[in-house]
């Protein structure tokens, strides 16, 4: 950085030159310091040193120009309007040293307080307190615990069993009991433990102890857990961390001083009402750690009535300014109240719909702002099963939520036993240290998945996301031995066999089967709810907000269903349509048969008599499902996969002819299977003979369903109802393929629909990458497009889905190539591209052509903001996941910038 411009370069900010809208530059919590300090609450004066000044560090190593001085300054102008100097031995001022970045990282960074306390200081420090030497030592040896622990990497445990030992010594399990000379012995440990393990004396000096806190924090900005924190939760890396220095107020200093935690609502349910805890003659810290038992926040009307009126009234008017659930840090010095953090609390789903719900009501936001506050995560959490939890039942270890869900059952430690337990109807949970690909088998047959190491980005995190299986990763209390089918926590041991419950979404793990209780959400959704009559906060929040997004929201969303049932239950959940209704299933079955005589008919006649068969089939199911949608569209896709699917496997054909032979049985007929799947072995299925390939090679294959389609609809008609088909020709890639089939289809329509009333269109799926890039072409021939994204995505990549997400994508995950998974959220730059470029040359071809979207992706929050933006006409997914694609699609109507929340 070049002399001048870093002279010029602010590095510093009082609090009352910040803002609550600086969190990039002062991070979260010194804007919100400078905001509370503005609004005139109490906050002991201090500044804020940028992520400005972070960056230039971690960039060249070393503090930038210019900051020294302007530390130099700020402190100066703190110890003005303090009257106490830093460190000073008769009446020092005393000083935290506090991270704190653009989003908060729960337990990343570390915090410095009562900077300035030194050998000499601590006595004047007493005096100041009116020899108060207990509260002076016990402030000292704090300052040289979590400056040993933080600034100079000392394990912390050698300070806790110093701690530990000293009470033991004086026969208490209370810190309160210790008194100053025990204090003062306790720092003489400490300070022996800090040369021990830095090989320097504690520093004396008070600037040095600053500058060395100021670093430290910059420095835990790459520390090993902060990297993995800001990856799982996709912080961006380049970030850094601000830090603020502030005047120390103590809580320490007996009965009438103390400290706390308070949220304006209840974070859990989103309730109202006073919620915190207060620890009185305590410094903060101690209120996170446990050290001794806090008592409930309304308990200090008691203690302190004044201090406790003054902080109702403190939090009413945050949360009025905030608009929004707050939480909030405050201390006690002798009965005087101060604010030492706020910011927009973190809550649970429910609770973020409560509470959008409730501001609404008490007129501080409009429907648009609660809409925006919530996500389609959080809907989508609330709509699985959960335990119903009461006190019998205790989590006995926590990891990482990395696919949410409820599941019990019993323990396994192997892919192999999961398998077979499955097979005999068992539910099991699989059990590992972590996953491999090896362990899939197992995976998918068990209810859930259970490890002990690994972050939301490890194998079996992603694999059981792509799944949609309930995984807890990461669960480093339990000790995991597979060899010895066990694993043991919290002191007790679990066999193989023995039954577990997990939650995905929390992370906690329960020994025992815990009762799994229905979605109250799904429930509304299903119908079975009303929320006018229902006394539950969190249903008559859901249904407000999603009444909002549906008047909201430019996309339609419909649904991927293959039955009359899928759709109708989609229906219930707001489908207006069915995107996909694919054809396979219809093949399966006692139909397998038929489609055997199919494949391997020798001449036209047996080919059309068994597509004939097939026929009444095809159309019943058709009928089934037109009515359930009576009056909304319905796009069938004609065959998509290869038929040696349809056909056994070879190993299993190979099996039975020599069995048949053995026996003298007539074997013609296995020998022709078996020859027909040799004949059709592909290398690549995938790039084979599928789709639209299939359709113009096996003559009268299409057409079958076509006519099935046009019959079904003409018949619901007659019946009185609306059917609105739309015929889908699967992976097409050039527009001659799409006309020749619908050639066909044209005739056959014309015939059967005569003048029934009765419209079908006749469109194609874009999920060849060929097709994207010639969509101006073959907009031509298609009355509408559905981007089949998931196909899109394989070929886009070039990689198989069911192969890769076991093989590598989790190092794709670890290495940053993907933030997440391209099968989860579009790839917006890769994929999404030829999505747009297909919207835009289809559209300029043909305007008005209808588009919409029939992959998995249809269903996921980020890419439903995607498909808004690039003018789609509506998403399509699975039944379950209709609630959160309509919430979605009304929140990329009201949002152009994607939500910031966190
Ligand atoms: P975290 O981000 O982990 O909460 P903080 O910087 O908020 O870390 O500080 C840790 C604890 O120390 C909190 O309880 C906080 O209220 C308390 N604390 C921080 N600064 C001061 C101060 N100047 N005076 C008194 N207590 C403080
Ligand atoms: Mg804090
Ligand atoms: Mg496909």
């Given at each position: 950085?070049?002399a001048?411009?870093?002279?010029?370069h602010?590095?510093?900010?009082?609090?009352?030159?910040?803002?609550?809208?600086?969190?990039?530059?002062?991070?979260?919590?010194?804007?919100?310091?400078?905001?509370?300090?503005?609004?005139?609450?109490?906050?002991?004066?201090?500044?804020t040193?940028?992520?400005?000044?972070?960056?230039?560090?971690l960039?060249?190593?070393r503090?930038?120009?210019?900051?020294?001085?302007?530390?130099?300054?700020?402190?100066?102008?703190?110890?003005?309007?303090?009257?106490?100097k830093?460190?000073?031995?008769?009446?020092p001022?005393?000083?935290?040293?506090?991270s704190?970045?653009?989003?908060?990282?729960?337990?990343?960074?570390?915090?410095?307080?009562n900077?300035g306390?030194?050998?000499?200081?601590?006595?004047?420090l007493?005096?100041q307190?009116?020899?108060?030497?207990?509260?002076?030592?016990?402030s000292?040896?704090?300052?040289?615990?979590?400056?040993?622990?933080?600034?100079?990497?000392?394990?912390g445990?050698?300070?806790e069993?110093?701690?530990?030992d000293?009470?033991?010594?004086?026969g208490?399990?209370?810190d309160l009991?210790?008194?100053?000379?025990?204090?003062?012995?306790?720092?003489?440990?400490?300070k022996?433990?800090f040369?021990?393990?830095t090989?320097?004396?504690?520093?004396?000096?008070?600037?040095?102890?600053?500058?060395?806190?100021i670093?430290?924090?910059f420095?835990?900005?790459?520390a090993?857990?902060a990297?993995?924190?800001?990856?799982?939760?996709?912080i961006?890396?380049d970030?850094?961390?601000?830090?603020?220095?502030?005047?120390?107020?103590?809580?320490?200093?007996?009965?009438d001083s103390?400290?706390?935690?308070?949220?304006?609502?209840?974070?859990?349910?989103?309730?109202?009402?006073?919620?915190?805890?207060?620890?009185?003659?305590a410094?903060?810290?101690?209120?996170?750690?446990?050290?001794?038992n806090?008592?409930?926040?309304?308990?200090?009307?008691?203690?302190?009535?004044?201090?406790?009126?003054?902080?109702l009234?403190?939090?009413?008017?945050?949360?009025?300014?905030?608009?929004?659930?707050?939480?909030?840090?405050?201390?006690?010095?002798r009965?005087?109240?101060?604010m030492?953090?706020?910011?927009?609390?973190?809550?649970t789903?429910?609770?973020?719909?409560?509470?959008?719900?409730?501001?609404?009501?008490?007129?501080?936001?409009?429907?648009?702002?609660?809409?925006?506050?919530?996500?389609?995560?959080?809907?989508?959490?609330?709509?699985?099963?959960?335990?119903?939890?009461?006190h019998?039942?205790?989590?006995?270890?926590?990891?990482?939520?990395?696919?949410?869900g409820?599941?019990?059952?019993k323990?396994v430690?192997?892919?192999?036993?999961?398998?077979?337990?499955a097979?005999?109807?068992?539910?099991?949970?699989?059990?590992?240290?972590?996953?491999?690909?090896?362990?899939l088998?197992?995976m998918?047959?068990?209810?859930?998945?259970l490890?002990?190491?690994?972050?939301?980005?490890?194998?079996?995190?992603?694999?059981?996301?792509?799944?949609?299986?309930?995984?807890?990763?990461?669960?480093?209390e339990?000790?995991?031995n597979?060899?010895?089918?066990?694993f043991?926590?919290?002191?007790?041991?679990?066999?193989?066999?023995?039954?577990?419950?997990?939650?995905?979404?929390?992370?906690?793990?329960?020994?025992?089967?815990?009762?799994?209780?229905?979605?109250?959400?799904?429930?509304?959704f299903?119908?079975?709810?009303?929320?006018?009559?229902v006394?539950?906060?969190?249903?008559?929040a859901?249904?407000r907000?999603?009444?909002?997004?549906?008047?909201?929201?430019?996309l339609?969303?419909?649904?991927?269903?293959d039955?009359?049932?899928?759709?109708?239950?989609?229906r219930?959940?707001?489908?207006?349509?069915?995107?996909?209704?694919r054809?396979?299933?219809?093949?399966?079955g006692?139909?397998?048969?038929?489609?055997?005589?199919l494949?391997?008919?020798?001449?036209?006649d047996?080919r059309?008599?068994?597509?004939?068969?097939?026929?009444?089939l095809?159309?019943?199911?058709?009928v089934?499902?037109?009515r359930?949608?009576?009056?909304?569209?319905?796009?069938?896709r004609l065959?998509?996969?290869?038929?040696?699917?349809?056909?056994?496997?070879?190993?299993?054909?190979?099996?039975?002819v020599?069995?048949?032979?053995?026996?003298?049985?007539d074997?013609?007929?296995?020998?022709?299977?078996?020859?027909?799947?040799?004949?059709?072995?592909?290398?690549?299925?995938?790039?084979?003979?599928?789709?639209?390939?299939?359709?113009l090679?096996?003559?009268?294959?299409?057409?079958?369903?076509?006519?099935?389609?046009?019959?079904?609809?003409v018949a619901v008609t007659?019946?009185?109802?609306?059917?609105?088909?739309e015929?889908?020709?699967?992976?097409?890639?050039?527009?001659?393929?799409?006309?020749?089939?619908?050639a066909?289809a044209?005739?056959?329509i014309?015939?059967?629909v005569?003048?029934?009333?009765?419209?079908?269109?006749?469109?194609?799926m874009?999920?060849?990458?060929?097709?994207?890039?010639?969509?101006g072409?073959?907009?031509?021939?298609?009355?509408?497009?559905?981007?089949?994204?998931?196909?899109?995505?394989q070929?886009?990549?070039?990689?198989s889905r069911?192969?890769?997400?076991?093989?590598?994508?989790?190092r794709?995950?670890?290495?940053?190539?993907f933030?997440?998974?391209?099968?989860?959220?579009?790839?917006?730059?890769?994929?999404?591209?030829l999505?747009?470029?297909?919207?835009?040359?289809?559209?300029?071809?043909?305007?008005?052509?209808?588009?919409?979207?029939?992959g998995?992706?249809?269903?996921?929050?980020?890419?439903v903001?995607?498909?808004?933006?690039?003018?789609?006409?509506?998403?399509?997914c699975?039944?379950?996941?209709?609630?959160?694609?309509r919430?979605?699609?009304?929140?990329?109507a009201?949002t152009?910038?994607?939500?910031d929340?966190?």
């Amino acid at each position: 950085m070049a002399a001048q411009d870093s002279v010029e370069h602010k590095y510093v900010y009082d609090f009352a030159e910040g803002n609550k809208d600086l969190k990039d530059l002062l991070g979260g919590k010194g804007a919100n310091l400078a905001e509370m300090t503005n609004l005139g609450l109490p906050v002991p004066p201090g500044f804020t040193i940028t992520t400005e000044a972070c960056k230039a560090y971690l960039a060249t190593g070393r503090e930038p120009d210019g900051l020294a001085a302007q530390i130099e300054a700020h402190l100066e102008s703190l110890e003005r309007e303090m009257g106490r100097k830093l460190g000073d031995p008769q009446d020092p001022l005393l000083v935290s040293v506090r991270s704190g970045a653009k989003f908060s990282m729960p337990g990343m960074m570390e915090t410095v307080l009562n900077v300035g306390l030194n050998d000499r200081s601590v006595v004047g420090l007493s005096a100041q307190a009116g020899g108060n030497d207990r509260f002076a030592w016990d402030s000292y040896r704090r300052l040289i615990q979590m400056f040993g622990k933080t600034v100079c990497e000392v394990p912390g445990e050698e300070f806790e069993h110093a701690l530990d030992d000293a009470k033991r010594a004086k026969g208490t399990e209370n810190d309160l009991d210790l008194d100053a000379d025990d204090l003062r012995g306790l720092v003489d440990a400490y300070k022996k433990i800090f040369v021990k393990h830095t090989g320097r004396e504690f520093p004396q000096e008070p600037r040095e102890q600053l500058d060395l806190a100021i670093r430290a924090v910059f420095e835990s900005w790459n520390a090993e857990r902060a990297v993995v924190y800001r990856r799982q939760e996709r912080i961006p890396a380049d970030l850094g961390t601000a830090v603020n220095v502030v005047a120390m107020v103590f809580g320490n200093l007996g009965a009438d001083s103390g400290t706390g935690v308070a949220f304006t609502r209840d974070p859990a349910s989103g309730a109202q009402g006073i919620y915190g805890d207060y620890l009185a003659n305590a410094q903060g810290e101690d209120v996170v750690a446990g050290i001794r038992n806090t008592v409930p926040l309304q308990e200090l009307e008691q203690l302190d009535k004044k201090s406790y009126d003054e902080l109702l009234d403190y939090m009413a008017r945050l949360e009025e300014h905030y608009k929004d659930l707050c939480d909030i840090e405050f201390t006690i010095e002798r009965g005087k109240l101060w604010m030492l953090q706020t910011r927009v609390g973190k809550r649970t789903a429910a609770a973020a719909f409560v509470i959008a719900g409730q501001l609404v009501d008490e007129g501080l936001i409009d429907l648009d702002e609660a809409l925006h506050r919530v996500n389609g995560a959080q809907l989508a959490q609330l709509m699985f099963p959960r335990f119903q939890l009461d006190h019998e039942f205790q989590p006995v270890a926590k990891g990482i939520g990395a696919s949410p869900g409820a599941a019990s059952g019993k323990v396994v430690f192997t892919s192999a036993r999961a398998v077979e337990l499955a097979a005999e109807g068992e539910s099991v949970i699989l059990v590992r240290r972590e996953t491999n690909p090896d362990d899939l088998n197992g995976m998918i047959a068990a209810k859930g998945i259970l490890t002990s190491r690994g972050g939301k980005t490890s194998h079996a995190a992603v694999v059981a996301r792509g799944m949609g299986k309930t995984c807890v990763s990461g669960a480093d209390e339990l000790d995991v031995n597979v060899p010895a089918k066990r694993f043991t926590v919290a002191g007790q041991t679990v066999n193989e066999g023995d039954v577990v419950s997990i939650d995905g979404t929390t992370g906690k793990v329960y020994l025992g089967e815990v009762p799994v209780m229905p979605s109250e959400v799904v429930q509304y959704f299903e119908g079975s709810l009303e929320p006018e009559h229902v006394d539950n906060a969190l249903v008559r929040a859901v249904h407000r907000i999603m009444t909002h997004a549906d008047a909201t929201r430019r996309l339609a969303v419909r649904t991927n269903a293959d039955t009359g049932e899928d759709a109708a239950r989609a229906r219930r959940f707001g489908a207006e349509g069915i995107g996909l209704c694919r054809t396979e299933h219809m093949f399966l079955g006692d139909r397998r048969e038929l489609v055997e005589r199919l494949i391997l008919a020798r001449t036209d006649d047996e080919r059309e008599s068994a597509l004939a068969a097939l026929l009444p089939l095809q159309r019943a199911d058709f009928v089934d499902i037109f009515r359930a949608m009576d009056g909304l569209p319905v796009t069938v896709r004609l065959i998509d996969p290869p038929l040696h699917e349809f056909l056994p496997p070879l190993e299993q054909l190979a099996v039975n002819v020599a069995v048949a032979q053995e026996r003298g049985e007539d074997v013609a007929k296995e020998e022709a299977l078996l020859a027909a799947v040799r004949r059709m072995h592909e290398e690549n299925p995938m790039l084979g003979l599928r789709g639209v390939r299939l359709g113009l090679v096996i003559p009268g294959l299409f057409a079958m369903q076509v006519r099935a389609i046009a019959e079904a609809a003409v018949a619901v008609t007659r019946d009185g109802a609306v059917a609105k088909p739309e015929i889908m020709v699967p992976l097409v890639g050039a527009v001659q393929e799409l006309e020749t089939v619908r050639a066909e289809a044209e005739k056959i329509i014309a015939e059967v629909v005569g003048d029934s009333g009765v419209e079908v269109l006749i469109g194609t799926m874009i999920e060849v990458p060929r097709a994207a890039l010639t969509a101006g072409q073959i907009a031509e021939a298609a009355q509408f497009f559905s981007f089949g994204t998931n196909d899109l995505t394989q070929m886009g990549w070039g990689f198989s889905r069911d192969d890769v997400e076991g093989a590598f994508f989790w190092r794709y995950l670890e290495l940053g190539i993907f933030g997440i998974s391209p099968f989860e959220s579009i790839d917006r730059e890769g994929v999404g591209r030829l999505v747009r470029i297909a919207a835009e040359e289809g559209r300029a071809a043909r305007p008005g052509l209808k588009l919409g979207v029939c992959g998995e992706h249809g269903g996921d929050p980020d890419s439903v903001h995607f498909f808004h933006e690039v003018g789609l006409d509506y998403v399509s997914c699975s039944p379950f996941r209709v609630p959160v694609a309509r919430l979605e699609a009304g929140r990329a109507a009201i949002t152009t910038t994607g939500s910031d929340s966190r």
